[in-house]
Protein backbone atom coordinates (compact mmCIF):
# COMPACT_ATOMS: atom_id res chain seq x y z
CA UNK A 1 0.00 0.00 0.00
CA UNK A 2 1.18 3.28 -0.93
CA UNK A 3 -0.72 6.13 0.74
CA UNK A 4 0.51 9.38 1.67
CA UNK A 5 0.26 10.40 4.95
CA UNK A 6 -2.45 13.33 4.45
CA UNK A 7 -4.84 10.61 3.45
CA UNK A 8 -5.17 9.06 6.81
CA UNK A 9 -7.42 10.39 9.53
CA UNK A 10 -5.84 11.95 12.50
CA UNK A 11 -3.06 10.00 13.90
CA UNK A 12 -3.82 6.54 11.92
CA UNK A 13 -0.61 5.02 9.71
CA UNK A 14 0.78 1.74 8.03
CA UNK A 15 2.59 0.08 10.00
CA UNK A 16 4.54 -2.08 7.97
CA UNK A 17 6.66 -5.39 10.25
CA UNK A 18 10.31 -6.66 9.19
CA UNK A 19 9.57 -9.86 7.00
CA UNK A 20 12.34 -12.33 6.64
CA UNK A 21 11.92 -14.09 2.99
CA UNK A 22 13.88 -17.30 2.45
CA UNK A 23 13.25 -21.38 1.39
CA UNK A 24 11.15 -22.08 4.29
CA UNK A 25 8.60 -19.26 4.06
CA UNK A 26 8.56 -15.59 5.41
CA UNK A 27 8.39 -14.51 8.86
CA UNK A 28 6.91 -11.44 9.90
CA UNK A 29 7.56 -9.90 13.80
CA UNK A 30 7.10 -6.82 15.45
CA UNK A 31 8.07 -5.64 19.18
CA UNK A 32 5.85 -3.45 21.72
CA UNK A 33 7.77 0.11 21.77
CA UNK A 34 9.79 -0.51 18.60
CA UNK A 35 7.86 -1.32 15.51
CA UNK A 36 4.36 -1.41 17.47
CA UNK A 37 4.97 2.21 19.05
CA UNK A 38 3.23 1.44 22.84
CA UNK A 39 3.56 -1.40 25.25
CA UNK A 40 1.22 -4.41 24.32
CA UNK A 41 -0.94 -4.77 26.75
CA UNK A 42 -3.72 -7.14 25.44
CA UNK A 43 -3.87 -9.07 22.20
CA UNK A 44 -7.00 -10.67 20.59
CA UNK A 45 -8.13 -12.40 17.11
CA UNK A 46 -11.30 -12.60 15.10
CA UNK A 47 -11.87 -15.16 12.94
CA UNK A 48 -14.63 -17.49 10.54
CA UNK A 49 -16.46 -14.07 10.44
CA UNK A 50 -19.75 -14.99 9.16
CA UNK A 51 -20.12 -13.41 5.29
CA UNK A 52 -21.81 -9.60 5.40
CA UNK A 53 -21.09 -9.53 9.50
CA UNK A 54 -19.16 -6.36 10.76
CA UNK A 55 -16.70 -6.09 13.45
CA UNK A 56 -15.63 -3.06 15.59
CA UNK A 57 -17.77 -0.64 14.55
CA UNK A 58 -16.59 2.24 17.63
CA UNK A 59 -13.61 4.00 18.30
CA UNK A 60 -12.13 4.02 21.57
CA UNK A 61 -11.29 7.04 24.22
CA UNK A 62 -7.86 5.90 25.34
CA UNK A 63 -6.87 2.72 23.72
CA UNK A 64 -4.70 2.65 20.76
CA UNK A 65 -4.68 -0.62 18.28
CA UNK A 66 -2.77 -1.91 15.57
CA UNK A 67 -4.79 -4.51 13.25
CA UNK A 68 -2.97 -6.72 10.93
CA UNK A 69 -4.95 -9.50 8.71
CA UNK A 70 -2.92 -12.46 9.65
CA UNK A 71 -4.99 -14.50 6.56
CA UNK A 72 -7.11 -13.87 3.93
CA UNK A 73 -8.39 -9.83 3.81
CA UNK A 74 -10.89 -7.82 4.64
CA UNK A 75 -11.95 -3.62 4.58
CA UNK A 76 -11.00 -1.48 7.63
CA UNK A 77 -12.83 1.95 7.36
CA UNK A 78 -10.96 4.70 9.22
CA UNK A 79 -12.68 7.85 10.54
CA UNK A 80 -11.88 10.26 12.67
CA UNK A 81 -15.10 12.97 12.63
CA UNK A 82 -14.09 15.13 9.00
CA UNK A 83 -12.36 12.14 7.33
CA UNK A 84 -12.75 8.68 6.31
CA UNK A 85 -10.46 6.33 4.85
CA UNK A 86 -10.88 2.49 3.65
CA UNK A 87 -8.24 0.02 2.75
CA UNK A 88 -8.32 -3.54 1.79
CA UNK A 89 -6.07 -5.49 5.13
CA UNK A 90 -4.52 -8.37 3.13
CA UNK A 91 -1.11 -8.46 3.64
CA UNK A 92 -0.01 -9.82 6.87
CA UNK A 93 3.09 -7.71 7.41
CA UNK A 94 1.20 -4.39 6.61
CA UNK A 95 -0.45 -3.32 9.70
CA UNK A 96 -2.84 0.23 10.70
CA UNK A 97 -2.15 1.97 13.68
CA UNK A 98 -5.51 3.50 14.97
CA UNK A 99 -5.22 5.66 17.53
CA UNK A 100 -7.89 6.74 19.99
CA UNK A 101 -10.61 8.71 18.78
CA UNK A 102 -11.03 7.55 15.59
CA UNK A 103 -13.77 5.29 14.39
CA UNK A 104 -13.01 1.69 13.20
CA UNK A 105 -15.34 -0.58 10.80
CA UNK A 106 -14.17 -3.61 10.00
CA UNK A 107 -16.27 -5.84 6.73
CA UNK A 108 -16.18 -7.51 3.76
CA UNK A 109 -14.12 -10.29 5.13
CA UNK A 110 -13.43 -13.29 2.50
CA UNK A 111 -13.90 -16.77 4.03
CA UNK A 112 -10.32 -17.30 5.82
CA UNK A 113 -10.27 -13.89 7.35
CA UNK A 114 -8.37 -13.34 10.41
CA UNK A 115 -6.91 -10.63 12.40
CA UNK A 116 -4.75 -9.84 14.78
CA UNK A 117 -5.33 -6.74 17.22
CA UNK A 118 -2.93 -5.45 19.75
CA UNK A 119 -3.86 -2.71 22.10
CA UNK A 120 -2.27 -0.10 24.43
CA UNK A 121 -4.51 -0.73 27.10
CA UNK A 122 -6.20 -4.15 28.63
CA UNK A 123 -9.99 -4.60 28.25
CA UNK A 124 -12.15 -1.83 29.78
CA UNK A 125 -15.71 -1.42 28.55
CA UNK A 126 -16.06 2.37 29.46
CA UNK A 127 -13.30 3.38 26.91
CA UNK A 128 -15.89 2.59 24.22
CA UNK A 129 -17.95 4.28 22.09
CA UNK A 130 -20.28 2.17 20.27
CA UNK A 131 -23.03 5.49 19.50
CA UNK A 132 -21.70 7.14 15.98
CA UNK A 133 -23.36 10.59 17.63
CA UNK A 134 -21.75 9.95 21.23
CA UNK A 135 -18.67 9.83 18.57
CA UNK A 136 -18.54 12.47 17.08
CA UNK A 137 -19.41 14.38 19.95
CA UNK A 138 -16.32 12.74 21.75
CA UNK A 139 -14.25 14.19 18.69
CA UNK A 140 -15.43 17.31 18.63
CA UNK A 141 -13.90 17.83 22.01
CA UNK A 142 -10.06 16.87 21.14
Not at 10 to 29: T, Y
Not at 98 to 121: H, K, M, N, Y
Amino acid sequence: MNIPDNRFPRGCKLIELPNVVDDRGMLAFGEGGRQIPFEIKRIFWTYHIKGGNVRGDHAHRSCSMVLFPIGGSYSIELDDGSMRLTLRMDDPHIGVLIPPGVWCRLFDFTQQAACISLASEPYEAEDYIHDYSEFLEFVSQL
